[in-house]
Structures are given as structure tokens and as C-alpha cells.
């Protein structure tokens, strides 16, 4: 998908004028922005763009961990298979590769900077999750993303060469004759333009978009909106992935817990306290998360919309307190003990797949826009993400971008620059609850072609009938959000079969013949259909 190019306005040509100066602008903070941003040649002047405190953003809130093929007895092989498996047929196998074999650089990388991952004597201790074939993914007890984020983030802040933008919010992405060229941001409740050799966008992904999300509401892909708006192609904006073990606060809030809870033995019961996963899957509640998470819906829906449970009673308070320390608070917190209660959960849109298409070196089709983490769409992922594949995209690939941008800095000029953005378009959408709500309803677990046509519609009357507001930040949040939305439900529409995260009632099955010409026109010819 590639969209039209925006309008300039006079107000753009102000913005040029007071402009300020990067060679390389990150826009978001996140575990790809900040490995890219600590290792990228530290005579370039750069700046990282975020508009939320650290602890809101994604990797800060992961739990689980970085899956790396380091066990004594593990083969990256293996984690290639376990990865284009759980992506069920559609993933980029040159990516996957990438992925998996830099996967040892990028956990040294990590403790090159100081981190020191849980361990006994015998040496790093490996959890299991879902779709992995044995135990591989490293942790931090149960907070391993907020140990990377405020590992990288001291790492950043002493940098000398890098400014930290905070409260800083991504309006859009300018380009000129030879690509992009910087990005307006509102600061303080001013439109700024920075002026940039180079972008790269690492903002995240878009599960903030639905009602129910382990995610931020402020995780609702502004950079890939942005990019899209600058000419940048996106893609496979259909996969969202939902995280069956999610847990609702008393304030509402909603809370993951881990799937290395399941890894170390938890487990999923019914109302009659039944454990029913090995009825829907082989691998019991190590399944994919998009099995599990069906398999979820239809039991509650036997059992009159009952929640489901899960079970880590058997594993010991101490052992709970100490190895899941995080889950285990937070839980208290809200009254349930894990060594005696059982926890009712549900799915929640957790990691989005889609994104700004890069090639693997994290460069998008607009020359000088690069993308990487959750933001980018590598194919790496395919139908389905593995589990804790995440944070070792954000570093391997952060890190090829920043390679890439030491190789081919441009030794550029600002040519009469263009804002791409289409400022105009952006309307008063009433917030984004609603839109929240129907994305919820019609593009979830289960989908639908009607309810999912019916939301598109809904989203295309909201922005006909939107007039202009003042700038300020909700007004783009709203606009982003539209606009993704509509992206992703037209997504989900042409995809008229059922593969990983992407299930439609209507089409049930796996529509490989279809797919094949899709995929070798999104990838190229190396993507191998299995
Ligand atoms: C989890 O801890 O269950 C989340 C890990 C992930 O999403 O990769």
C-alpha cells in the first residue's frame, strides 16, 4: 500500500524557516531506537524523538524476554523452524535468518553495555514460550523489557552525540527531491520542523488501537501513519497479534501475564477448573498464541462467557514471588495470590506485525527513511510472531540500521523540502474510544468480512465528516489512529482466508494458492511457501 502525497501550506513554509538541524532524527524510544541511536558513528549529531515517559512505551512493558538460539544444546536452525512455523507459511526466510543468527551479537551487544540476564553457576537460565521448541529465551525475572529500556536509556542519556526530544510528538515526515529530509513534531504545543540527513522510525506498533490492549492507548503507530503519508510502502497490517494471558485490573487497566508463567508450567482451566487446551492443540498451552486464544474464546463462549483461568498455584508462593516478581505484586495488588488463586484472563491485542515494509537492512522504499522494531514490517514474523521474537528484532535490526546509516550517511543538501503530511485532512474524530471499541469488535481474535466492511465504512464516515481542529496533539493522535485503522481493516478485508493471527469466520482455511502470488509480490522470490 502507498498512499498519495499531502499539500504544503503556508504554515509549512514557517515551520521550514525556524527549522533546527540533525544528521540522523529516531523517532521513538524503544529498544530499536536506542540500539540503533548507541550505535550509530558518534560524530553524527542525533536526536531521539518520544513523546511518552519510558515506562509507557512497549519494551518497557515486556516481560517474557529476547529469544536467542544459546543453549548448550541449541541450533539456530531450530530457531528458524520454531519461527516460520508459528508464521505459518508466510514468513520472509531471509529475515528469519538474519533474525536468528545475529541473535548472539545482539545478547552481546547487550551485556557488552553492562546487562546481566538471570543465571545460576551453570550459566543463563533459558524459559520456554509458546511455539518454541525448547527452552531459549533469555530474561530478567519478569521484567525484562523495563531492564533493557533503562539499561539503553543511561546509555543514551550519557551519549554526548545524542539529544534526547522528550514530550515530543511526530506530526509527519518531510521529504524533498531525494527522499526525506526531517520531521515536524509538536513541542510544547508548537509545530517544530527538524531538519535531517535521515529518519528512522522506531515508534512502535498499533495494538493501542483496540479497547483491549497489553499495549499503551499512545501505541497507535503514529511513525507508520507518518511514514505511509511520506510515500513509505506498509504491509501485512492484518496481523495483529492477541496475548491470551491478560489480566484486567481493578481500575481497568489491562496487565499481561507473561507466558513464561505457562512455560514454567501454568496452566489454562475452564469454569469446571477442566485444563482444555490439549483438546484444541498438541502442544496443550504451549500452542501459538493465536490457537490459544481462540481456543480460549470458544471455551468461555461454552461456558456462557465465563472467564477463563490460569493456574500457577503448584509452582509455590516463593517461587512465584521471587521468579515472577513483577506479575506477582501487580496481582496482589488487585487481591489475587498466586500461589492460591486462579487468575481470570483473556486475550488482548498485544504486538502488531504489520508496518513500514523495509528491506533487511531496515531501508524503506523513500531514500533515507528507515524503519525498524515493531514499526517496520521485515516479514520476518509471517501470519504469526514467536514469542519474545520481539526484542531481539528491535536490537538486530536497530543495529543493522545503524551499520547501514554509518555505511551510506548522504553527504546531503536540503533541497526545497516538501512536508508530506496531509495536515489538512486531519479532523475532529471525537477522540479514539469509539474507534477503539469497533476495532475490538470487528477486527479481533474472530473476524468477519461484514463486520469488518462495516467498520471500515464507519471509519471512512468519521473522517468525511470531520472539520478542522487546532493543532494539538490529540487532534494528530485521532488522525493517526483513523488512518491506520482504515489501513488495517482494508488489510484485513483483502485477506480472504485464515492464516496465524488473521482469522475470518467467513474463510475459515488457509488459501495458500492466493498467497503465493501475494507473497512473492511483497517479499520478492526468496520467501519459500511451505
Ligand atoms: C510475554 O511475556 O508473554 C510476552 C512476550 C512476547 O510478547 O514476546
Redesign the pocket.
Known amino acids: 500500500m502507498r498512499s498519495e502525497r499531502g499539500y504544503l501550506t503556508s504554515k509549512h513554509n514557517e515551520l521550514i524557516s525556524a527549522s533546527k538541524e540533525y544528521d540522523v532524527i529516531i523517532v521513538g524510544a524503544g529498544i530499536a531506537g536506542m540500539s540503533a541511536a548507541l550505535l550509530l558513528d558518534f560524530r553524527l549529531k542525533v536526536a531521539i524523538v518520544s513523546k511518552e515517559p519510558l515506562a509507557e512505551c512497549s519494551t518497557y512493558k515486556?516481560?517474557?524476554g529476547m529469544a536467542v538460539a544459546v543453549g548448550p544444546d541449541d541450533k539456530i536452525e531450530e530457531h528458524i523452524a520454531d519461527t516460520l512455523r508459528v508464521g505459518q507459511g508466510i514468513c520472509r526466510e531471509e529475515a528469519v535468518k538474519v533474525l536468528t543468527s545475529e541473535g548472539s551479537e545482539a545478547l552481546d551487544f547487550l551485556i557488552s553495555l553492562g546487562a546481566s540476564f538471570s543465571h545460576n553457576e551453570k550459566g543463563l537460565l533459558l524459559t520456554r514460550?509458546a511455539g518454541h521448541s525448547r527452552n531459549r529465551v533469555v530474561h530478567y525475572y519478569d521484567y525484562t523489557g523495563k531492564y533493557i529500556a533503562e539499561l539503553l536509556a543511561s546509555k543514551v542519556n550519557a551519549a554526548t552525540n545524542i539529544d534526547r526530544l522528550e514530550s515530543c510528538y511526530l506530526v509527519d515526515i518531510a521529504t524533498d527531491q531525494e527522499g526525506c529530509c526531517g520531521c515536524v513534531v509538536v513541542l510544547a504545543g508548537k509545530l517544530v520542523y527538524y531538519r535531517s540527513a535521515v529518519v528512522v522510525v522506531a515508534t512502535g506498533g498499533y495494538s493501542g488501537l483496540y479497547a483491549r490492549s497489553t499495549n499503551a492507548i499512545s501505541s497507535n503507530g503514529d511513525g507508520v501513519a507518518a511514514a505511509y503519508r511520506a510515500g513509505a510502502v506498509i504491509a501485512d497490517m492484518e496481523f495483529v497479534q492477541f496475548?491470551p494471558t491478560a489480566f484486567t485490573t481493578k481500575s481497568g487497566r489491562v496487565f499481561?501475564l507473561?507466558?513464561?508463567l505457562r512455560g514454567e508450567g501454568a496452566m489454562l482451566l475452564n469454569a469446571a477448573g477442566q485444563r482444555f487446551m490439549s483438546t484444541y492443540h498438541s502442544a496443550g498451552e504451549l500452542a501459538p498464541r493465536d490457537e490459544v486464544s481462540r481456543a480460549m474464546l470458544q471455551e468461555a463462549g461454552k461456558q456462557g462467557g465465563k472467564p477463563i483461568g490460569l493456574d500457577a498455584r503448584h509452582l509455590g508462593k516463593e517461587y512465584l514471588m521471587d521468579r515472577f516478581r513483577q506479575v506477582y505484586a501487580e496481582l496482589a495488588q488487585n487481591n489475587y495470590f498466586m500461589e492460591q488463586d486462579i487468575i481470570p484472563i483473556a486475550p488482548a491485542a498485544?504486538?502488531t506485525i504489520g508496518g513500514i515494509k523495509t528491506d533487511l537492512w531496515g531501508k524503506t522504499n523513500v531514500a533515507c527513511l528507515y524503519a525498524c522494531g515493531e514499526a517496520a514490517a521485515t516479514g520476518v514474523h509471517g501470519a504469526n510472531r514467536l514469542?519474545?521474537?520481539?526484542l531481539l528484532e528491535g536490537i538486530v535490526f536497530g543495529r543493522r540500521v545503524a551499520a547501514s546509516i554509518n555505511d551510506n550517511f548522504p553527504a546531503k543538501r536540503i533541497n526545497s523540502v516538501q512536508l508530506a503530511c496531509s495536515m489538512e485532512d486531519i479532523g475532529n474524530y471525537n477522540g479514539v474510544s469509539a474507534l477503539r471499541t469497533k476495532l475490538e469488535l470487528a477486527a479481533g481474535v474472530v473476524r468477519q468480512g461484514k463486520g469488518l466492511e462495516a467498520a471500515l465504512q464507519w471509519v471512512r464516515d468519521s473522517k468525511k465528516s470531520s472539520v478542522i481542529p487546532p493543532d494539538d496533539m490529540q487532534s494528530y493522535h485521532a488522525c493517526n489512529a483513523y488512518q491506520l485503522a482504515e489501513l488495517l481493516l482494508e488489510a484485513a478485508l483483502l485477506r480472504r482466508e485464515s492464516r496465524g493471527c488473521h482469522y475470518r469466520i467467513d474463510f475459515p482455511e488457509k488459501n495458500d494458492q492466493d498467497f503465493q502470488k501475494h507473497i512473492l509480490q511483497q517479499w520478492g522470490r526468496e520467501t519459500v511457501i511451505q
Open positions: 515486556a516481560q517474557g514460550e496475548h499481561l507473561t507466558e513464561a498485544h504486538y514469542a519474545s521474537n520481539s
